[in-house]
């Protein structure tokens, strides 16, 4: 089967910084048309630069990286320091990229790349705050129907908020934004809390990383090591969850995951419960099923792949 035609949507974040290695070291599976970065982990400055270090460790410097939107559609700007550190990819002592930014905003990059590919051709793989699809789909709804799939990491349902109690951080930045891409009517699949917090980077698994002995290895390692002390303290568990990767491990490997389709809304009125994803698991209403919600992660297999695929970079 002909590897699938992705645009990589995110906010490096250390987690996205592996599932963007992952998904460069699978070029049988997918194929990168470009990286967008939004504001999310940490401001937009940031998440674009470390897009262009990771494509540049991955050693694939001719990726198109571009800058997306620098704040939600409708909010002020919440980040994520406390979670990955000031640069967003703390852990590691990083040098500057020399790659260049693309000079196209990453909107008009979804929208151009969405017109000029046949449809049902590129699928989305959002990692961060829904800002830049959202702002593509209100700019250019004709490229709606060209979607093939949206497959992305955001919401909580039995996992709970990981921001707020009740939300969880890429849906809680940009709730409108997360109503208008639930609401498309495009195939989206969801991986939400209750799967990537079954995806733990525990001590054998981050050793596993180290062992591959290559510079991909140490970074994951360290950024994991890094990102895993502030989950360790909230949930006593031994071991980060590694939210993104899950995205693109789904491409590669559907079969890891297990889930639900059913209806998903969006809460942008309450305060309390800002950002939560709803998510009719026990199909109480009439609500049209507009996700397939995944609910479990065969996290074992899951760090085979991941494991195997960082050793070939
Ligand atoms: O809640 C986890 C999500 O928020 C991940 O995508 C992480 O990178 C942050 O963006
Ligand atoms: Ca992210």
């Known amino acids: 089967m002909a590897p699938r035609k992705i645009i990589i949507d995110t906010d490096p974040g250390q987690d996205d910084a592996v599932a963007i290695l992952l998904a460069l070291a699978s070029p049988e599976d997918v194929t990168v048309l470009g990286v967008t970065a939004v504001a ?32 939600p559609m409708k909010r002020k700007l919440v980040t994520a320091e406390h979670v990955h550190g000031k ?19 990453g909107v008009d990059f979804i929208i151009e790349t969405l017109r000029t590919h046949d449809a049902g051709t590129v699928t989305l793989c959002p990692l961060g705050p829904l800002t830049n699809i959202a702002t593509a789909f209100e700019k250019a709804p004709d490229i709606v129907d060209k979607v093939q799939e949206i497959v992305l990491m955001g919401g909580a349902y039995f996992e709970v908020g990981n921001i707020t109690p009740a939300a969880e951080f890429n849906i809680y930045v940009d709730p409108e934004a997360a109503k208008i891409v639930f609401a498309s009517g495009i195939p989206i699949v969801v991986m939400p809390l209750d799967v990537t917090h079954h995806a733990l980077t525990t001590h054998a698994r981050v050793d596993a990383f180290s062992a ?30 590694l939210h993104d990767p899950c995205v693109i491990a789904y491409l590669i490997q559907p079969d890891l995951f297990e889930g639900r389709h059913v209806n998903v809304e969006i809460e942008t009125q309450s305060d309390l419960t800002l950002g939560m994803t709803v998510a009719d698991w026990w199909r109480v209403t009439d609500r049209k099923p507009n996700a397939m919600f995944m609910g479990s992660l065969n996290a074992d297999g899951f760090f085979a792949l991941l494991t195997e695929r960082l050793a070939r970079l």
């Open 87 to 105: 640069t967003g990819l703390d852990g590691p002592k990083m040098d500057d990229p020399t790659m260049p930014l693309q000079a196209q905003h």
């Open 40 to 71: 999310g982990n940490v401001p937009l400055p940031l998440t674009e630069k470390n897009a262009r270090i990771v494509c540049e460790l991955a050693g694939k410097p001719e990726t198109l990286v571009f800058a997306g939107c620098d704040v």
């Open 212 to 241: 591959l002995g290559t510079k991909v290895g140490d970074m994951v390692a360290a950024w994991t090591n890094f990102f895993e002390r502030f989950d360790k303290e909230k949930y006593g568990s031994e071991g980060a969850p």
